[in-house]
Nanobody, 120 residues
Framework: QVQLVESGGGLVQPGGSLRLSCAAS????????MGWYRQAPGKQRELVATITSVGSTNYADSVKGRFTISRDNAKNSVYLQMNSLKPEDTAVYYC??????????????WGQGTQVTVSS
């Protein structure tokens, strides 16, 4: 069993910053690509950023230059530093990870989501 636990969401004013964290725990052999996705009310879930196990990153055009994804492989954790936040960044943010379990099988896992609200 593998769990992803997120933290760091909240309410912030436009132009402000937040840092999201996500830690994977459980029967883990290795963690491959990790990422953040978000879903705003009435919209589909969309990719925000991903990072591979060797640190290669990918960002949605809408967050390039404002958000930074990073990871700590020793802690099986991924982070999302969000700067210059805009009201349109308001959404539930979900952590995602590709995990190889102790039996050698790879599965895709999701966190429970954390709310980010950007409003004055």
């Amino acid at each position: 069993q593998v769990q992803l636990v997120e933290s760091g969401g909240g309410l912030v004013q436009p132009g402000g910053s937040l840092r999201l964290s996500c830690a994977a725990s459980g029967s883990i052999l290795s963690v491959n690509t990790m990422g953040w996705y978000r879903q705003a009310p009435g919209k589909q879930r969309e990719l925000v950023a991903t990072i591979t196990s060797v640190g290669s990153t990918n960002y949605a055009d809408s967050v390039k230059g404002r958000f930074t994804i990073s990871r700590d492989n020793a802690k099986n954790s991924v982070y999302l530093q969000m700067n210059s936040l805009k009201p349109e960044d308001t959404a539930v943010y979900y952590c995602n990870a590709g995990v190889v379990n102790l039996r050698g099988f790879a599965y895709d896992y999701w966190g429970q989501g954390t709310q980010v609200t950007v409003s004055s």
